[in-house]
């Protein structure tokens, strides 16, 4: 008999129409200020993703080499906010790009150019007795004489109600 209810019930919230979307907004953040994550409008959700972002820097520094080129990033990302009724804050972003490395001055010996994928993943949850953030990384550029340069970076860090902080990194960074 209670499965029997539980299925009316579900079948019946099925056919009427909802009205939790007429109550949620969709403001740039959620009103969460990007640089403190503080604030925001509750049962709000935003979404913002782009694609194809293209980036130039002309005095970008090859770690390995200390050589000077010019480094070009075409990204794609997506980025999430949800704030609950009760001023939960949830923010995600995923972030992949194309990446090139390209020696101002390719006449120098050892100079290899470089290029490769990168992959970064943030998220953060607070609410008013907890807070956590996290992160990964993963970076992996070929060389074009065959060398290989890689970067994976893991981030994390959480304070519980009680004060109490967890905080740990893991960086694994490679030279040719």
Not at 113 to 136: P, Q
């Amino acid at each position: 008999m209670r499965r029997l209810i539980l299925l009316v019930l579900a079948l019946g919230a099925l056919a009427i129409p909802t009205t939790a979307a007429a109550a949620e907004v969709h403001v740039p953040f959620c009103g969460v200020d990007p640089q403190t994550l503080q604030g925001g409008i509750p049962n709000c959700t935003f979404t913002a993703n782009s694609n194809g972002v293209v980036v130039v820097d002309k005095a970008n520094l090859n770690p390995c080499s200390g050589v000077v080129g010019t480094a070009t990033m075409v990204s794609n990302s997506i980025i999430h906010v949800s704030v609950n009724g009760a001023g939960d804050v949830w923010v995600t972003n995923t972030m992949t790009a194309h990446f090139s490395f390209v020696p101002n001055a390719p006449n120098l010996s050892g100079a290899p150019s470089y290029s490769g994928e990168m992959t970064f993943w943030f998220g953060a949850s607070l609410n008013k007795n907890n807070v956590v953030f996290h992160d990964t990384g993963n970076i992996v550029l070929r060389g074009s004489d065959g060398s290989q340069l890689t970067l994976h970076v893991l981030d994390h860090l959480n304070t519980s109600a009680t004060g109490a902080v967890n905080t740990f990194s893991v960086v694994s960074f490679t030279c040719p």
